[in-house]
Structures are given as C-alpha cells and as structure tokens.
C-alpha cells in the first residue's frame, strides 16, 4: 500500500511557531488521510525573549537546549520520524515556487494550502517537505480536540517544572509579552495588521473584570483566587505597578489585588503553568499560543494571525457572560 509522508520542516523561528507548524502538520494529516512523520526541532531562535537560550547557544550548548524543549514536549512519541523513512523527498518549503503565495500577500495572514501542490506532483510513496500548514480554523473541533488529547499525552510522559500553583486556589495567569509601550517607536501604529503590541490597560481590564466576577461568585470568594503574570520583560515594563515584593506586585489604585509577577522565568516553566492555569489569558503570541491548546480549562483568545482556536472566547465575550 502506497501512502503520501508528509513532515513539518524548515522553520527557524521561535520554539512556539515551530511547534505551531507541527501541531498543523498533524491535523493536516488526519484530515487527508496522510502519514505524518515527525522532524525533530534542530535550531531555535531566541532573540530578546529567551535569556535561557540565548545563553545556552552563548557558552556552546545550543543543541541541548533545542533537545531539552523536544523532549519537554515529546510531540513525536507514535509518530513515524524522519530518520525511520527511507522514501524520495519532495521538496515543497518554498510557498512562492509552489504557488500557494505570492510577493502580494501577506505571509504571516496567508492561508497556505500545500495540498494543492501535493496533488499536483501526484506522486505517492514519497515524502513532502512542508513549511507553511492551514490555520486551525480550517479543521473541525472533533479531529482537532483527538489529535490535541493524544498531544496531551504524549507531553505528560516526559519531566515537567514543579508548579507554584497552590492548586486548591483559581490560578488565573496572563501571557505579557516583554514588547510593551515602553520601547515603542512613537510613530507605532498599533492598528497596524501584524502590531503584536497589547499595551497593559487590556490585561488591567481585564484583570479587574475577573476579579469583581469571581468575588461575587459562591465558588470563587476573593481569598482563593491568585492572580499570575508571566512576561520576558522586567520591572520596567509595569509602571502602573507597585511592587511590594520581589516577585509581588499589586496594580495602583487596587492594593487589595495581590499578583504573583512571574518575570523572566524559565520558558519551559511558563509554559506548564500556562498548560495548568485554571484560566490562560493570552497575548500576541505562537509560544502562548501553543500553550494554550495544551491548556484543557478557560482560555481568553488575543486576536492575530494565529487563527482564534474554537473552544477560546474572547476578552469581549467574557466581560458578557
């Protein structure tokens, strides 16, 4: 029996637009009737982001670090690997030469479909090479909910951070990204189609939206819920903060709302935590993102072109509940 191979490669970004890509690959996969093989992450970016990484590729142990996060997450478990198929390659990383884009578009909010190309080449006992995958909003609840439970799974197998939850209390966490109206160009154009930018009034919004519900609910008094921020950005970055603590800060105005500031963490920490938050609040990002589909309780979308999955609400949607 003939199949068509189809693996997830090519990237060189950060660890969640990678893993982004895979998760697709998966689902993309399921719905066509292909065999998914599993492409080990070989390089990562980390930019300003990630002090973890950026000093690990710095003292010469870059590769144990891109290894640690492959076997934090553990997505290939049961999945054919790429060094376990021996099959011809076919090379389709390329969305221009292959006619799924064009210099017109807009890359990062395209919609790529590479399974016209692969109909094209009507080849099968062969391996694709895939760099771009449909958006999650392209796959029904049902396929994407099995492949996510197997991914669940397969990431339970492996060593987690310990939590700093106190689980008998309602862990409510927020995604900051570290980039903030503090090192903004003062021409920014936050209306701008790929501006990543959530100023921090959105999550004190918010924040307080979540505090007056749930203090006002039997369920959740006001003593046993516990507020977390996790952001790659420092102190600087919070002026409408006071901090008490070193990792202890309340908003100005609200002393009474104590938040656990989380800052600069190790990324595999923030991302069980995001995993485990009895509510995840998320920013503008593929490490979050990803974070979130691992995440099985309340998740609070942040549109952009990460397509919002169907069981995330709304920051609007919320507030009207």
């Excluded at 080449?121 to 439970?149: A, G, M, Q, R, T």
């Excluded at 008094?221 to 970055?237: A, C, H, L, M, P």
């Excluded at 989380?262 to 593929?286: G, Y």
């Amino acid at each position: 029996m003939t199949e068509i191979y189809i693996t997830a490669c090519g990237k060189k970004d950060g660890v969640g637009s990678q893993i982004l890509s895979k998760i697709l690959a998966i689902m993309f996969c399921k719905k066509n009737n292909f065999k998914y093989v599993h492409s080990p992450l070989q390089i990562l970016d980390y930019k300003n982001q990630d002090p973890f990484g950026e000093k690990s590729y710095r003292i010469g142990k870059g590769d144990e670090y891109v290894k640690s996060w492959e076997n934090f997450l553990n997505i290939g478990e049961g999945f054919f690997k790429i060094n376990e198929i021996n099959k011809p390659r076919i090379d389709l990383l390329n969305g221009i030469t292959t006619k799924q884009i064009t210099m017109k578009d807009n890359y990062l909010w395209h919609d790529f479909d590479p399974l016209k190309p692969i109909k094209n080449c009507n080849k099968k006992d062969v391996l694709y090479l895939v760099k771009e995958f449909p958006k999650i909003n392209f796959y029904e609840s049902k396929l994407c909910e099995e492949v996510l439970d197997k991914l669940k799974i397969n990431y339970l197998k492996t060593s987690k951070p310990k939590l700093l939850f106190n689980k008998n209390k309602f862990n409510i966490v927020f995604h900051k990204r570290h980039t903030g109206p503090y090192t903004l160009k003062k021409n920014t154009n936050f209306k701008d189609l790929n501006c990543r930018v959530t100023l921090n009034t959105y999550y004190i919004d918010l924040l307080l939206e979540l505090n007056n519900k749930y203090k006002n609910e039997n369920i959740h008094k006001n003593e046993n819920i516990q507020f977390w921020i996790f952001s790659d950005g420092d102190k600087s970055y919070f002026p409408e903060y006071e901090f008490i603590q070193e990792n202890i800060a309340y908003i100005k105005n609200h002393p009474s709302i104590k938040i656990n500031m989380m800052l600069r963490s190790h990324p595999q920490e923030t991302f069980h935590h995001f995993v485990n938050a009895d509510i995840l609040i998320l920013d503008k990002s593929s490490f979050g993102y990803v974070a979130g589909l691992y995440n099985s309780n309340l998740v609070i979308y942040n549109p952009y072109w990460d397509k919002q999955y169907s069981k995330w609400i709304l920051k609007e949607d919320f507030i009207n509940i």
